[in-house]
């Protein structure tokens, strides 16, 4: 029967030359590894949050009144409500970890240098629009967690010249944290940003599409990059593996890998999310003592503390992120080997350091 409706679209429309070019006659480096496949996994994640966020809506109700009795009337009374929830509350933690990977492999490779460019651009903004849908999404339970960490998150806007106080006004949908935030922070987390990230995810894709595979620089005599501006030139592997069933096999590993771990901390460390204040209703006249916002954003949080004013921290934020954002078009070094750069090893290891210490440190504080 499948052989037949194989046989009955590859007549119509060639759908066998398709497959042929694109998975037998994709050839990918020889000396590929591991850290490639993780571009598959976020793809199985993004859909995963997409269908656990679908299923969600059904019984989710986006008004202040009612938020948190609906998310309580999914958690307890729902069938298997309990398990979609988490795994989305969960995958929306593994998206941002998964990713934070995905970068730390392209810049150790080198792979975000010409003529990938765009590539790097694209996944540093897949990277800060994910933040933006965590962030939308955190509000969402209308607990006393969600309700503060998004007062907190808004207000440091307020930090920004002339602008500031229009912009919280118009993130709130008012002076203070509200209902009209909760409805326009949920129009974004639902029907915005998934848009927007979904069109990014095809831009890197079109990107990664034109350029071809880069090499990796291990075990490899020649490590600096080939490419010369002079005409377009699709970096192929002549002599690679096919991508299938070769590294087809790879990406089914790496996100077996990944549902192992997911679905264990599902199972084994469902509040790993949540703190005992995710568990109260917002209240805006009593404010708990401790809130923190998402791991993620522990660095920024402290960075914020720690300078003597908000705009200077801001601004020291948004220095560092531009940086980052415009690296390929900053390091114009034809050297991809992390060892045969030794200041580029230096500042990225410092960075990274650097980021442990304010996350454990805004943590702790």
């Not at 941002?96 to 590539?119: I, Q």
């Not at 708990?288 to 522990?298: D, G, R, T």
């Not at 090893?345 to 442990?356: D, E, N, P, S």
């Amino acid at each position: 029967m499948l052989n037949r409706l194989y046989r009955w679209l590859d007549l119509r429309y060639g759908i066998g030359e398709i497959a042929e070019k694109e998975l037998t006659g994709y050839l990918l480096p020889r000396n590929i590894n591991e850290w490639y496949s993780l571009g598959s996994v976020l793809l199985v994640i993004f859909a995963i949050q997409v269908v656990t966020g679908m299923l969600l809506m059904i019984y989710y109700v986006p008004d202040a009144d009612k938020a948190f009795k609906s998310v309580s009337f999914i958690m307890n009374e729902v069938p298997f409500g309990w398990f979609i929830r988490l795994c989305h509350a969960v995958g929306s933690n593994m998206m941002v970890a998964v990713l934070l990977m995905h970068m730390l492999s392209t810049l150790m490779m080198g792979s975000y240098k010409a003529p990938r460019e765009l590539n790097w651009v694209t996944g540093f903004t897949l990277f800060a629009l994910v933040q933006g849908i965590s962030l939308t999404g955190y509000l969402a339970p209308w607990s006393q967690l969600s309700f503060w960490a998004t007062t907190v998150a808004t207000n440091s806007v307020s930090a920004i010249p002339v602008l500031g106080p229009t912009l919280v006004e118009f993130l709130r949908g008012g002076k203070l944290v509200g209902p009209a935030t909760l409805g326009r922070f949920f129009a974004l987390h639902a029907a915005v940003l998934p848009v927007v990230i979904a069109a990014f995810i095809g831009a890197h894709l079109f990107f990664l599409k034109r350029t071809g595979i880069s090499a990796p620089p291990f075990g490899r005599d020649e490590t600096a990059n080939p490419f010369e501006a002079r005409e377009y030139h699709y970096q192929g592997h002549p002599g690679g593996i096919p991508f299938f069933p070769n590294y087809a096999l790879q990406d089914l590993s790496s996100i077996s890998i990944y549902f192992a771990v997911f679905l264990a901390v599902v199972f084994f460390w469902p509040n790993m999310p949540f703190t005992p204040d995710a568990f109260v209703p917002a209240d805006p006249f009593k404010t708990p003592a401790h809130i923190k916002p998402e791991w993620y954003f522990l660095a920024n949080y402290q960075t914020l503390k720690i300078f003597p004013s908000e705009l200077l921290g801001l601004s020291v934020q948004a220095a560092a992120m531009t940086f980052l954002a415009l690296l390929p078009f900053i390091d114009r070094s034809p050297e991809r080997h992390p060892l045969k750069r030794p200041l580029f090893l230096t500042l990225a290891i410092a960075g990274i350091l650097l980021w442990i210490a304010l996350s454990v440190w805004g943590h702790l504080s």
